[in-house]
């Protein structure tokens, strides 16, 4: 992938902070599975064991398809690079009144196209939030129960035996307030002799999950349940992932941007306006568990669980380069120098 695509994808901020997040279309997995998107593990466990199936209507993705011509980078009237982000934080999902195109997609692609202008009054009129950590995790497993130890109540204990994908990421961004003040004035503001800093930190995992794991239905005490009919009961879910990693990527972007006694951009030739350290490994093992509980009383779900528990995975074979570009005034290519890393190994978690 060209490094100014990891450039704008870095710089794609949305307007409020996310601690963390999973794609899910049911709405009962995300009520029980804690803050966010996050679903619980027994909730999954439950919904195998129900007479009925729920189809979800990705209605997201239709307002997508609508909005492709947002995301082509040749066209610089119509490229969003921040409805890009939106999209992929909540692809699912249809959003009323999404806002598209505007000052905030032309400050992006202008900056790492180096076309930036030197007023950034220019860019006035959207709000960047100031500090953002964000943390995913994808990690959907498919396979099997083996049922044991079965009660004419429906109670019984096995093992589940299943695999999957296992995609993590997550960012730490900072923006200087006097920026951001900037960028959503309604009236031009003077910046004098300013230094406005960015910061980004990303890194991404994917890898193979292996699974192993515990079940067990227990009879729900007085729910009268000896014809196992009903779903009631108290279900207890564990799983052990095996992580066998293809891809791993950390970015460290740093992007300066200084003005002169006129309050206009200036270029320092001794610093690199936009510089990024690019750490990669295609070669990573390690480990994750998740816990469930649910009770179902009367069509009634409850639950809590904790996904990616203690998870790591230990990356190796390091490459190590630096990506920076001289100018956001005057174009130009993107430089890139390869860096020598002693042997090591990185631990990195969800």
């Given at each position: 992938?060209?490094?100014?695509i990891?450039?704008?994808?870095l ?13 899910s ?83 992006v ?30 990690s ?98 564990v ?46 093992r ?65």
């Amino acid at each position: 992938m060209h490094i100014r695509i990891f450039l704008f994808l870095l710089l794609l901020v949305p307007g409020s902070t996310v601690m963390a997040q999973s794609y899910s279309g049911d709405a009962r997995r995300i009520a029980m599975g804690g803050i966010g998107h996050s679903d619980n593990l027994a909730s999954r466990f439950i919904e195998q064991e129900q007479q009925y199936r729920s189809i979800v209507v990705p209605l997201g993705i239709i307002q997508l398809i609508r909005d492709l011509d947002k995301f082509d980078l040749d066209n610089k009237n119509l490229f969003d690079p921040i409805l890009a982000m939106e999209y992929a934080a909540s692809p699912i999902h249809y959003q009323f009144e999404r806002i598209e195109g505007g000052t905030r997609g032309r400050f992006v692609s202008d900056l790492i196209n180096g076309e930036i202008s030197r007023d950034l009054n220019d860019y006035r009129g959207f709000n960047l939030t100031n500090d953002l950590s964000a943390e995913g995790l994808l990690s959907p497993s498919w396979g099997y129960t083996f049922k044991l130890f079965k009660t004419e109540a429906g109670s019984f204990q096995g093992f589940y035996v299943g695999a999957g994908p296992y995609i993590s990421i997550k960012t730490d961004l900072h923006i200087d307030e006097e920026l951001t003040d900037v960028l959503k004035s309604p009236t031009p503001v003077s910046i004098p002799n300013m230094n406005f800093d960015i910061g980004n930190q990303s890194a991404g995992q994917l890898a193979l999950s292996l699974t192993g794991g515990y079940r067990a239905r227990f009879e729900l005490p007085g729910s009268g349940n000896s014809d196992g009919s009903s779903r009631n009961g108290i279900y207890v879910a564990v799983n052990y992932h095996y992580l066998h990693g293809f891809r791993y990527e950390d970015m460290d972007l740093t992007v300066a941007l200084d003005t002169d006694s006129e309050g206009l951009l200036t270029i320092d030739p001794e610093t690199s306006p936009i510089d990024l350290y690019y750490l990669n490994s295609r070669s990573g093992r390690g480990f994750a568990l998740d816990f469930g509980l649910g009770v179902v009383v009367n069509g009634w779900e409850f639950g809590f669980g904790a996904n990616g528990v203690a998870n790591r995975i230990d990356w190796e074979n390091l490459t190590l380069k630096r990506f920076s570009l001289e100018s956001v005034l005057a174009g130009g290519e993107v430089c890139k120098i390869a860096i020598h890393l002693p042997h090591g190994v990185v631990t990195e978690t969800a």
